[in-house]
């Protein structure tokens, strides 16, 4: 089943599904790219804030270049550092944050990728690109989204760069269990835990 995300604050469906330590956010109608970076931030921030039941100006969110983000939440009895991803594409965002350790997201939309054989190869790997390979047309879009989105997060959990497709990557990416996440029509979305984390 899907994992469950809570829009734009409206928490009614939430934490449905949703592993212990683990809280799914989204947000939607915001196609430019500042401007949706900015309004997933702000609701990273208040879901956090609402969690400790602090005020916002307690929490600070990080997200240096070619680092995982994280949030350090002001507690009295000290700060705590809070793993944290965030994924944008078409008009939606989505963020995790994790009590558990490292977390991962990603989205995508179902749209046809023109290269998608050489992107495949070069990036998911050759059973990938086989599997892919074997799908009606009809079929490719979705399938594609879906095995690059899983990837994406699953790298993102283990603090890893894309790069090209290698056996020993292969492995790593297996430390990662992967979820699918409920999510509009024309979208496709994973989020990934350490596979040791209770699930």
């Known amino acids: 089943m899907p994992l469950a995300i809570c829009w734009d604050g409206d928490a009614s469906g939430f934490p449905l599904a949703v592993p212990p330590g683990l809280a799914l956010l989204g947000v939607h109608g915001q196609s430019d790219r500042e401007a949706a970076r900015l309004r997933i931030r702000a609701a990273l921030t208040m879901a956090l804030a609402e969690h400790f039941g602090i005020d916002a100006g307690r929490i600070a969110l990080h997200s240096p270049q070619g680092v995982a983000p994280w949030a350090v939440v002001a507690l009295d009895a000290g700060d705590q550092r ?118």
Do not use: T
């Open 82 to 199: 809070v793993a944290l991803s965030i994924s944008h594409d078409g008009d939606i965002s989505v963020a995790a944050y994790s009590f558990n350790g490292a977390v991962g997201i990603d989205v995508m939309s179902i749209v046809p990728v023109p290269d998608w054989e050489s992107v495949a190869r070069d990036y998911l790997g050759p059973e990938a690109a086989r599997k892919l390979a074997a799908r009606p047309n009809g079929e490719r879009d979705a399938a594609f989204a879906h095995a690059w989105s899983e990837h994406e997060a699953r790298l993102k959990c283990l603090g890893l760069q894309l790069s090209e497709w290698c056996d020993e990557r292969a492995v790593a990416l297996q430390a990662c269990r992967c979820f699918a996440l409920a999510l509009p029509e024309g979208y496709m979305g994973y989020v990934a835990l350490p596979a040791v984390a209770s699930v």
